[in-house]
């Protein structure tokens, strides 16, 4: 199971980008998928989540209101709208997906999700 995130780059204050996951070997619809992010010299945070059918999203406290997260199962796609981007966003986002993550309670635990993209570099210049 490989999962492959894409659409990161440089991208000003104010500004939005879109990051999509995809997987290889597997069907997205069957699990949970998550965003987290690693910006320098931090640990990895909790950005989002989605249910397999979309029915349970949450965020992280500092992307709220910011960022969308969604999912076309039928594309076996996860996408995160990010908009109103600000330096401190700056980090590698990575994709993250897993059978073991059974409600929301679950969502930003980092152990529960078994396959994990390489991330994608996203970076916001001031």
């Known amino acids: 199971v490989q999962l492959q995130a894409y659409g990161g780059g440089l991208v000003q204050a104010g500004g939005s980008l879109r990051l999509s996951c995809t997987a290889s070997?597997?069907?997205?619809?069957?699990?949970?998928t998550g965003w987290f992010r690693q910006g320098p010299g931090k640990e990895r945070e909790f950005v989002a989540a989605?249910?397999?059918?979309?029915?349970?999203?949450a965020y992280g406290a500092s992307v709220k209101g910011r960022f969308t997260i969604s999912r076309d199962n039928a594309k076996n796609m996860v996408y995160l709208q990010m908009t109103s981007l600000k330096p401190e966003d700056t980090a590698v986002y990575y994709c993250?997906?897993?059978?073991?993550?059974?409600?929301?309670?679950?969502?930003?635990?980092?152990?529960?999700?078994?396959?994990w993209g390489q991330g994608t570099l996203v970076t916001v210049s001031s």
């Open positions: 993250a997906a897993g059978g073991r993550v059974y409600s929301p309670a679950y969502y930003q635990r980092r152990d529960r999700y078994d396959y």
């Open positions: 070997g597997r069907t997205f619809s069957a699990d949970t």
């Open positions: 989605i249910s397999r059918n979309g029915g349970n999203i």
